[in-house]
C-alpha cells in the first residue's frame, strides 16, 4: 500500500473513464482494503484538468503531505481521483517542474504537449487536429479560415452531445428553456476569437491602454480552442462525477459504512465531486464534507433561483443537502482564469447579457461567475470567512461556507493567475476542519 510517489499512506487510485467508468480492480481494492486498512476518515481529491495521472499524483502528493501532523489522531485513508482531463502546456502550475507547467510559448502556436494532449484527450481526432495546429501556426488573413477554424474546433469538441451527457455541461437550468449549443460554437468565430484576443490583452496589460486594442485574432483563436476543450472537459467532469465517483461511494458505504468521507476537488474537480452528490444512492450519508478550492463552474450552481431569473435555478440546487456537514467553497480573486477569462466564456456559452462593451470591471461582476472567484451565491444561510477566521475559529457543521483563500492562493501568471496554486499547508487545515477529522476517536461511534 506504500506508492513511492505518494506523500502519506494508506492511499488508492480510483481511475474513470470518460463515461464515469470505473478501473474495477481499482475500484475493488479500495472496497476490500479500507475497512482492513483501519480507515476511519477517507479524504478523496479530484484533479482539475491535469493531462496526465503524474500530474495528478504530484499534486494530490503535495496537498495530502501535512494531513498526518494536522490530524495525528485520526485514522486517516487517502484517494486520488484520475479522469482523462487535459491542460494546455502554457498554463503556469507553482511548484511543479518545467516538465509538468512548460514556459509560455508564442501563441497562438500549438506547442507539441499541447497537440500531444489533444490526440489523448480527443482519440480518433487526428486529422482535426492537425488542422487546427496548422491554422494556428499559418495565421491565416482570411476572415473564412477563422471560420474554418471555428468548424474544426465544433468537430473536435462534439458540441451538442446526444443524450444526456448534454446535461452534464450545464451549470444552470430554466424551466420551459431546452438546452442549446453554446453562443461561441454558434455565431460567427472571428467575434469571439476577438472578443477572447481582447481578454488576454487586457490581463498581460493590466491597465493599460494597449489591452484594449484590437489584438491578433489568432491569440483569441487559439484561445477559443483552450475554452471549447474546458467545455468538454466540464461536460467530462459532471459525467465522471455522477455516474462514476458518486455510485462508488454508494458501493462503498455498503461495504464499509462507518467510514467518514471527505470530498475534494480542485478546478474541474470541484465540478466532479460536486456532481457526485446527484449520484449517491438513496440513503447514503456518509459523506461528511465537500471542499472546492478554486471550483471552475457557476456561483449559482447550488442556488434555487438565480436572482436575475426566477424561472432557473442552479443544476446542484440543493444538493448541499446530501452532505453530513459543510459545503465549503475556497476562492481568491488573483484567479485569473476564474476571474476574467471564465465570465466570458461563460457569456459564450450562453449569456443573454453580452459584454456588449468590453471592460475588466464589467467581466469582473458578470452574472456568470465561478465558485473560485466568489464563491457560492445566492443560497441562503451561506457563511463567509477570511482565511486566517476560518483557521481559527469552528467551521459550521453544515450548509455552504465561502472562504476567501486570497491570503495564500495568490501566484501565477496570465491567463490562469492563481489558479492552480491550491498546495498550501492552510487549504489542507480546512480540510480537516471541514470534515471535523481531528476529532473522532475509537469510542465516538457516529462522529459529527
Request: proline letters at 8%; one cysteine or more; hydrophobic letters at 40%.
Amino acid at each position: 500500500m506504500v506508492d513511492p510517489a505518494m506523500s502519506v499512506a494508506p492511499y488508492w487510485e480510483l481511475t474513470f473513464d470518460a463515461d464515469g467508468d470505473p478501473d474495477r480492480g481499482k475500484r475493488d481494492r479500495l472496497l476490500a482494503q479500507v475497512e482492513e486498512r483501519g480507515v476511519r476518515d477517507l479524504v478523496v481529491f479530484s484533479h482539475g484538468w491535469n493531462s496526465d495521472r503524474s500530474g495528478a499524483t504530484r499534486l494530490y502528493s503535495g496537498f495530502f503531505a501535512p494531513f498526518p501532523e494536522l490530524a495525528p489522531r485520526a485514522r486517516l485513508g487517502y484517494v486520488g481521483v484520475v479522469w482523462p482531463s487535459m491542460r494546455f502546456s502554457d498554463e503556469p502550475i507553482p511548484d511543479l517542474p518545467r516538465s509538468m507547467a512548460a514556459e509560455t510559448t508564442r501563441r497562438p502556436a500549438l506547442d507539441k504537449d499541447t497537440r500531444r494532449a489533444l490526440l489523448e484527450t480527443f482519440p480518433g481526432r487526428t486529422t482535426v487536429i492537425d488542422q487546427l495546429a496548422r491554422l494556428l501556426d499559418q495565421q491565416p488573413r482570411e476572415e473564412t479560415e477563422l471560420e474554418e477554424f471555428g468548424r474544426l474546433v465544433r468537430l473536435l469538441v462534439d458540441v451538442v452531445p446526444s443524450g444526456p451527457q448534454a446535461l452534464f455541461a450545464t451549470d444552470t437550468l430554466a424551466e420551459g428553456v431546452p438546452q442549446g449549443e453554446p453562443e461561441m460554437f454558434s455565431g460567427p468565430t472571428a467575434a469571439a476569437c476577438e472578443e477572447y484576443a481582447r481578454a488576454l490583452a487586457a490581463l498581460e496589460n493590466p491597465g493599460g491602454a494597449e489591452g484594449f486594442a484590437l489584438p491578433n485574432p489568432w491569440d483569441g483563436a487559439h484561445e477559443l480552442l483552450r475554452q471549447a476543450t474546458y467545455y468538454a472537459m466540464k461536460r467530462r467532469a459532471g459525467t465522471v462525477g455522477e455516474r462514476g465517483l458518486g455510485r462508488v461511494i454508494g458501493q462503498l458505504a455498503a461495504a464499509a459504512p462507518d467510514v467518514r468521507v471527505h470530498l475534494v476537488g480542485h478546478s474541474f474537480g470541484g465540478r466532479l465531486v460536486s456532481f457526485a452528490l446527484r449520484g449517491l444512492p438513496r440513503g447514503v450519508h456518509t459523506v461528511k464534507s465537500v471542499t472546492l478550492l478554486q471550483g471552475a463552474f457557476s456561483h449559482y450552481a447550488f442556488a434555487a433561483r438565480l436572482p436575475h431569473d426566477p424561472r432557473a435555478g442552479g443544476v446542484l440546487q440543493g444538493r448541499q443537502n446530501r452532505i453530513d456537514g459543510p459545503l465549503v467553497c475556497c476562492y481568491s480573486r488573483f484567479d485569473t482564469a476564474l476571474g476574467t477569462i471564465y465570465p466570458l466564456a461563460s457569456r459564450m456559452a450562453g449569456d443573454a447579457e453580452g459584454v456588449a462593451e468590453f471592460g475588466l470591471g464589467k467581466l469582473l461582476g458578470a452574472k456568470w461567475g465561478a465558485m473560485g472567484h466568489d464563491g457560492v451565491q445566492a443560497v441562503p444561510g451561506t457563511r463567509a470567512f477570511k482565511l486566517a477566521d476560518a483557521l481559527r475559529t469552528k467551521l459550521p457543521a453544515s450548509g455552504c461556507v465561502n472562504i476567501d483563500a486570497a491570503a495564500v492562493v495568490r501566484r501565477g501568471g496570465p491567463p490562469t493567475g492563481a489558479h492552480s496554486d491550491i498546495v498550501h499547508r492552510e487549504l489542507a487545515q480546512v480540510v480537516v476542519a471541514a470534515g471535523r477529522i481531528a476529532r473522532p476517536t475509537a469510542t465516538d461511534p457516529s462522529p459529527r
